[in-house]
């Protein structure tokens, strides 16, 4: 199933009624935002279809049917679309999965050691750091971003990756891959330095500090310009944040789930909330220009 673009519309042009419509109606779809205009993208086998109901019902109509096949009602975009409508979400998925198998999901320390926020090496049973000063004077720059892509864990390497997918390609949906993977680093910077200066030397890693920072991103920038894409529900919302909560409480690891980096879910929902204020404000007011 082919996605094609059914209608390309000026920003200024309210198109949330007709979007709602088509929720209502269970028609798979999705909005991008591309060279200043707002883009509608369905499946080619009904886009005759929604460019006939725009036609007739373009601020959205709750009382009508839909007079699309009842087959496509029901159609979902299979996987494959999905990968190929988020490839910089799942190249960064993938890399995550990459860097979990070399490293064993942090248990192989000879290859970890690449990957982490301070070069180490092990003597006896101790760990010793290297200073961050003299890694990145050696060059060593992808330290401040790679701890992103270590996992300890399947559980964490799979909750990760799950939240990853689904913040993930909302942003590439709204504002393209290469403003995901640049939110991303940045996320994954702020919330890495985060953890280094709040706990010191030590090994932490994942991507749960971006994945706040996409999650503020969204919800900001959701309450400033509203979008189907940035819509999360609210319940996802309250959830993320209560688990914040309950870590920082250090319940979490009185129970045995072991360390939590607070810092870094703290330092990426800030810079998150950040970009989704300045992203947000940006959207609103080319809307209305």
């Known amino acids: 199933m082919t996605a094609v673009a059914v209608l390309r519309l000026p920003l200024a042009v309210d198109l949330s009624g007709f979007v709602k419509l088509l929720q209502r109606m269970q028609v798979p779809h999705r909005v991008s935002e591309e060279a200043g205009e707002q883009v509608l993208w369905v499946s080619d086998a009904i886009s005759e279809d929604v460019r006939s109901l725009y036609e007739r019902f373009p601020q959205g109509d709750p009382d009508q049917q839909l007079d699309i096949p009842a087959q496509a009602k029901v159609q979902r975009p299979g996987f494959v679309e999905q990968l190929r409508h988020s490839p910089m979400t799942a190249l960064v998925l993938l890399l995550s999965v990459l860097v979990g198998a070399v490293t064993l999901l942090g248990d192989n320390l000879d290859t970890l050691h690449w990957f982490t926020f301070l070069e180490f ?169």
């Open 121 to 289: 090496r092990v003597v006896g049973e101790y760990i010793h750091f290297t200073p961050l000063a003299d890694s990145l004077a050696a060059g060593q720059w992808w330290r401040l971003m790679t701890p992103m892509l270590i996992h300890f864990g399947f559980l964490h390497l799979a909750m990760n990756g799950m939240w990853y997918w689904e913040l993930g390609r909302r942003i590439e949906s709204r504002q393209g891959g290469i403003n995901l993977l640049g939110l991303t680093l940045l996320f994954s910077l702020v919330s890495n330095y985060g953890q280094y200066l709040y706990g010191g030397p030590s090994l932490f890693g994942g991507l749960s500090g971006v994945l706040y920072g996409l999650l503020g991103h969204c919800w900001i920038y959701q309450l400033l310009s509203p979008n189907p894409a940035y819509r999360l529900p609210r319940g996802v919302l309250v959830m993320m944040l209560a688990w914040l909560a309950l870590c920082m409480s250090g319940l979490i690891s009185m129970i045995g789930f072991g360390e939590i980096a607070n810092a870094a879910h703290v330092g990426g929902l800030l810079v998150g909330c950040l970009t989704g204020l300045l992203g947000g404000l940006y959207s609103r007011r080319k809307l209305a220009l």
